[in-house]
């Protein structure tokens, strides 16, 4: 099983990267770019957990280590 | 018009940032966890660009800035 995690920065939460992204686009003459986040996609394989267990084992996985959950959410897919 | 930018590490190019969360979930006892890649999601507003047009103008933005195309791809999603 194929499993996509997207981990985004809460709203409301600055996200220095995508100001940096959003400037440097404005730069080169793109200035109708607004509101630019920028986030982390994580893929991966997950063999040895029953399809119907999958998507709490991610979420313990996001909850431990792969998300802040202070200042970030995440988005599961599994394919 | 809200765009989605994908980026990630062309297969065949090692991914040490993947290389190292799996390590660290096959520490946390998810031994069943492989192949994982990490990538970046860049989401944005796009204002005054014809929706026909945006795609590409979307993909100039990748070529130019977004993605590092020697080892990186990148996906467009326009909504």
């Known amino acids: 099983m ?3 995690v997207h981990v985004f920065l809460k709203p409301g ?3 220095v990267q995508g100001k940096a992204v959003e400037n440097a686009l404005h730069g080169l003459g793109w200035g109708g770019v607004s509101d630019v986040r ?3 996609t994580l893929e ?3 063999a040895g957990v029953e ?3 999958a998507e709490a084992e ?3 996985m996001c909850e431990t280590l792969l998300a802040n959950t ?3 959410g995440y988005r599961i897919e599994l394919s």
Request: aromatic fraction near 4%; avoid cysteine; glycine fraction near 4%.
């Open 38 to 40: 920028v986030g982390k």
């Open 51 to 53: 399809p119907a267990a």
């Open 58 to 60: 991610v979420r313990k």
């Open 2 to 4: 194929r499993a996509r």
């Open 44 to 46: 991966f394989d997950l």
């Open 13 to 15: 939460v600055l996200d």
């Open 70 to 72: 202070v200042i970030e």
